[in-house]
């Protein structure tokens, strides 16, 4: 029987709490991540308020200095540590992945110099249109459709490009490259970028509209990625016949691989929070496992190095957190953590290699405090062990502290 009838996972997409062991490995802009903090920094260098999660314990998880304006709880309701990644990475995907047990030992290809003329020139064929060769590097998302849409206005001409993540971008206005064509595109681009020397995690489409000098990505974006290369536990719940339900690009992260309901993609953090708790309120939902993810931390603040804007998301999530917890039945675990960070106040605009934070929260808790550091991989062993499955890649339970 299981401890917990269902469980919620929420991801906070990027939200770092400190640089991980291995940081000065990883770098941002040719600068070490190991001076990376999300929010560490969010709260030094612009206040951070976040009453709710700091009541859950977020205050309390172990570093060497505190975070400046979320204070330990001596009562907290829940329980918190923080989390490191054993994979190679520091992506979306390896970040969700490894939560799910799997250990990426070799990580994906990107492109820091743009994508090889073979690629370009392919994508071309296929879709007989010319690709923007300006465009074809790293490129923040917002920028390139400003610098370069008007020009796709005019010409109906391609823009690829990159990020420090292994994709590849493809902009359209909708009115020009509708959206069907687009994501015949993106499939075709998919389908040559499966093996090395260009295994890429995922391929975007990424619509927008509007006039020059005021473009808006629109939310008809849609991630094509591989499949994950081994059984992850979403694979072992499904093969048990237990519920599991992906909100917001969950889905496209796993390429749908043990996944049996997909609530669909969010417009927004909000929408996302609006979805999970139509989801939580189902009546066919008595069992089985929700995984959220919440995007905007990292797509519209981290890449940007928005401290405001990203502080101002997280007050926001904060805000809503009550109405998630309302929604929980007595024997549902909620738990909160992130996949990777993206230190806004940092170097560069790639993800930072950091712990992420875990929070635990259920109305049925006697106890509450801090739990051991340990991995990512932990919170799939743990979810695999309360429904009686076996467990998958690495990582190792916890399920027997959250009392």
Same mark, same amino acid.
């Given at each position: 029987?299981?401890?917990?009838?269902?469980?919620?996972?929420?991801?906070?997409?990027?939200?770092?709490?400190?640089?991980?062991?291995?940081?000065?490995?990883?770098?941002?802009?040719?600068?070490?991540?190991?001076?990376?903090?999300?929010?560490?920094?969010?709260?030094?260098?612009?206040?951070?308020?976040?009453?709710?999660m700091?009541?859950?314990?977020?205050?309390?998880?172990?570093?060497?200095?505190?975070?400046?304006?979320?204070?330990?709880?001596?009562?907290?309701?829940?329980?918190?540590?923080?989390?490191?990644?054993?994979?190679?990475?520091?992506?979306t995907?390896?970040?969700?992945?490894?939560?799910?047990?799997?250990?990426?030992?070799?990580?994906?290809?990107?492109?820091?110099?743009?994508?090889?003329?073979?690629?370009?020139?392919?994508?071309?064929?296929?879709s007989?249109?010319?690709?923007?060769?300006?465009?074809?590097?790293?490129?923040?998302?917002?920028?390139?459709?400003?610098?370069?849409?008007?020009?796709?206005?005019?010409?109906?001409?391609?823009?690829?490009?990159?990020?420090?993540?292994?994709?590849?971008?493809?902009?359209?206005?909708?009115?020009?490259?509708?959206l069907?064509?687009?994501? $015949?595109?993106?499939e075709?681009? &998919?389908?040559?970028?499966? @093996?090395?020397?260009?295994? #890429?995690?995922? %391929? !975007? +489409?990424?619509?927008?509209?509007?006039?020059?000098?005021?473009?808006?990505?629109?939310?008809?974006?849609?991630?094509?990625?591989?499949?994950?290369?081994?059984?992850?536990?979403?694979?072992?719940?499904?093969?048990?016949?237990?519920?599991?339900?992906?909100?917001?690009?969950?889905?496209?992260?796993?390429?749908?691989?043990?996944?049996?309901?997909?609530?669909?993609?969010?417009?927004?953090?909000?929408?996302?929070?609006?979805?999970?708790?139509?989801?939580?309120?189902?009546?066919?939902?008595?069992?089985?496992?929700?995984?959220?993810?919440?995007?905007?931390?990292?797509?519209?603040?981290?890449?940007? $190095?928005?401290a405001?804007?990203? &502080?101002d998301?997280?007050? @926001?999530?904060?805000?809503? #957190?009550?109405? %998630? !917890? +309302?929604?929980?039945?007595?024997?549902?675990?909620?738990?909160?953590?992130a996949?990777?960070?993206?230190?806004?106040?940092?170097?560069?605009?790639?993800?930072?290699?950091?712990?992420?934070?875990?929070?635990?929260?259920?109305?049925?808790?006697?106890?509450?405090?801090?739990?051991?550091v340990?991995?990512?991989?932990?919170?799939?062993?743990?979810?695999?062990?309360?429904?009686?499955?076996?467990?998958?890649?690495?990582?190792?339970?916890?399920l027997?502290?959250?009392?």
């Open positions: 029987m299981s401890k917990f009838k269902r469980m919620h996972l929420v991801v906070l997409d990027s939200v770092g709490i400190g640089a991980a062991p291995d940081a000065n490995n990883f770098v941002n802009a040719g600068v070490p991540d190991g001076a990376s903090d999300t929010l560490g920094h969010i709260s030094k260098t612009v206040g951070l308020n976040v009453p709710n700091a009541k859950i314990g977020l205050g309390n998880i172990p570093r060497e200095v505190p975070l400046k304006t979320v204070p330990a709880e001596s009562n907290p309701t829940g329980y918190a540590t923080k989390l490191q990644e054993v994979s190679l990475g520091k992506d995907m390896t970040g969700h992945w490894e939560i799910m047990g799997l250990n990426i030992t070799e990580p994906f290809d990107t492109f820091w110099n743009g994508f090889p003329e073979e690629i370009l020139t392919k994508i071309e064929e296929f007989g249109r010319k690709v923007i060769r300006e465009a074809n590097k790293p490129y923040s998302g917002t920028a390139v459709i400003d610098d370069f849409g008007p020009r796709q206005m005019e010409t109906g001409e391609l823009i690829i490009y990159t990020s420090a993540d292994p994709v590849l971008q493809i902009a359209a206005h909708e009115d020009i490259i509708p069907d064509e687009l994501y $015949r595109i993106c075709y681009a &998919r389908s040559i970028t499966l @093996e090395r020397p260009a295994l #890429l995690g995922r %391929i !975007i +489409a990424r619509p927008y509209v509007g006039e020059p000098g005021n473009f808006t990505r629109t939310a008809n974006r849609r991630d094509l990625a591989v499949s994950p290369f081994a059984p992850t536990v979403l694979d072992k719940l499904n093969e048990a016949g237990i519920d599991t339900y992906a909100v917001g690009k969950i889905n496209d992260i796993f390429n749908g691989a043990g996944i049996n309901h997909d609530m669909g993609h969010n417009k927004s953090n909000s929408h996302g929070m609006d979805t999970l708790i139509k989801t939580m309120g189902l009546p066919e939902f008595q069992e089985g496992f929700s995984f959220t993810n919440l995007v905007d931390f990292d797509a519209l603040y981290g890449h940007r $190095r928005n405001h804007g990203y &502080r998301c997280l007050h @926001e999530f904060d805000e809503r #957190l009550p109405e %998630i !917890i +309302a929604a929980m039945r007595e024997d549902d675990l909620l738990m909160i953590t996949d990777h960070g993206n230190d806004p106040t940092y170097a560069g605009t790639d993800h930072t290699r950091e712990y992420i934070p875990f929070l635990a929260y259920s109305p049925s808790f006697k106890g509450k405090g801090v739990i051991p340990g991995h990512f991989s932990d919170i799939s062993a743990t979810i695999a062990e309360n429904f009686g499955v076996e467990k998958a890649m690495i990582g190792e339970s916890f027997d502290k959250l009392n």
